[in-house]
């Protein structure tokens, strides 16, 4: 990315050769995103590529000499002061961490979280980060927080904005959960810098195991148990053989049964620390592919439920590419919801179009089992399909290929 200053402010562009890298859904989701860690992106087409921007004007980068432990020309402020903001900055750091790992659940992956301390923003007391996401299509193996990269989240978190906010071990903690691909160790890490513990609820988690898999993990956690339980007992006859010989003054046999309860107990202890990283590792795997079942297409799905033995289905979309002359709205909107509403009302509509011939809740058009129906509000604002004006209230299925115009702004319904 490029930083470039424009006639209005300052802004991170970049650009790509070919609109198809796009993806409406997660330009959308960003665009709206509740965190308000995330700049939202804006997207001109120029030639035949696109390109995206982000505005961060008033903000400072991460690596501004300002936030260096080591700065000659840091701002002299009183110790309270500096104790406050400092505080304020961990939280936000946490804060900025947990929403990484949420981005999962808005099914966009954390490879298009732009990491480069250059590329990310803070007000002048260092108390509030801005970050691009780029809202481009990604592989259904990359809905992990493995996608985040290790290596860019090390080198991000070795700047010196992030030092005195976060301790070393923190630091490399989390830097290995993301190696890892564990999840839960990382929302855990992100729960204790933020300071709250709502990042340990199992809420956060989403269930991907049904009966019978869940049954097979009870059996296997019980023979685990037995297993275990066996081993801690060989240990402890061991024990108790070695203090006996140690009595009755038999040195070698003693040195051997101390020896063998010793080996056997860090056996027992290892092997379950190895079973218990596989489970996890299990789990993981499942929760991104269970993500990647609701967004992704048939073919990268069926890959999916191959390797893992499990079906899943993608989510039903469609979606309405603009076709009329009308200045300032989007080329795409993605319907990917049961129930999507048209408007001019930023509050109520989820496809908003500022126009002054749309009403606040222009129409909203449902989908139900891959079929989907446009129903005009009742109003004064005027809807048509194929040029044809329909009755404001009532249900009307739509095709592929239709001409939809809200008003005088005219989109073609695809799927």
């Known amino acids: 990315m490029q930083i470039k ?3 209005y402010g300052y802004y991170a562009i970049e650009k790509f050769d070919s609109p198809d890298k796009l993806c409406t859904y997660a330009e959308e989701v960003i665009a709206g995103n509740k965190t308000d860690f995330y700049l939202p992106p804006i997207t001109e087409n120029f030639g035949t590529g696109i390109m995206c921007c982000y505005e961060f004007s008033g903000y400072l980068q991460l690596t501004d000499p300002e936030f260096s432990v080591f700065s000659p020309v840091k701002k002299t ?9 400092l505080s304020l900055r961990r939280k936000a750091c946490g804060d900025l961490f947990y929403s990484f790992a949420k981005m999962l659940d808005n099914l966009i992956s954390p490879s298009c979280i732009v990491l480069d301390p250059n590329l990310i923003f803070t007000d002048p007391e260092g108390i509030t980060l801005k970050v691009c996401c780029l809202p481009l299509k990604s592989s259904p193996d990359d809905l992990c927080i493995a996608a985040l990269g290790a290596s860019r989240l090390e080198e991000l978190l ?15 903690a989390l830097v290995y959960s993301v190696k890892d691909n564990n999840e839960s160790m990382f929302i855990k890490l992100a729960g204790i810098i933020r300071g709250t513990d709502e990042s340990f609820k199992t809420e ?9 898999s869940t049954k097979s993990v009870f059996t296997s956690l019980s023979k685990k148990i037995s297993k275990t339980k066996i081993d801690l007992a060989i240990s402890a006859i061991s024990s108790v053989l070695s203090l006996l010989s140690l009595k009755s003054s038999f040195y070698f046999p003693c040195i051997l049964l101390f020896a063998l309860a010793l080996l056997v107990l860090l056996t027992t202890l290892l092997d379950n620390k190895r079973k218990l990283k596989n489970i996890g590792k299990t789990e993981n795997n499942d929760l991104s592919i269970q993500r990647s079942s609701i967004l992704f297409s048939d073919n990268a799905l069926a890959t999916a439920s191959e390797n893992n033995g499990k079906n899943y289905t993608g989510l039903t979309s469609g979606k309405l590419s603009h076709i009329s002359d009308t200045s300032g709205i989007n080329p795409d909107y993605s319907l990917y919801l049961d129930e999507t509403r048209i408007g001019s009302d930023c509050f109520v509509a989820d496809i908003v179009l500022d126009e002054p011939q749309i009403a606040p809740l222009h129409a909203v058009i449902r989908q139900n089992n891959g079929v989907f129906c446009l129903i005009p509000s009742k109003g004064s604002g005027k809807t048509y399909i194929e040029d044809s004006l329909v009755e404001n209230g009532k249900s009307y299925e739509i095709k592929i290929g239709q001409k939809l115009t809200f008003g005088d702004i005219s989109f073609r319904f695809t799927t």
């Open 158 to 172: 070795n700047c010196d904005f992030f030092k005195g906010a976060v301790t070393e071990d923190e630091r490399n």
């Open 77 to 85: 402020t009183t110790r309270k002061t500096e104790s406050k903001n």
């Open 5 to 7: 200053k424009g006639p």
């Open 204 to 212: 956060s988690k989403i269930e991907v195991q049904d009966e019978s």
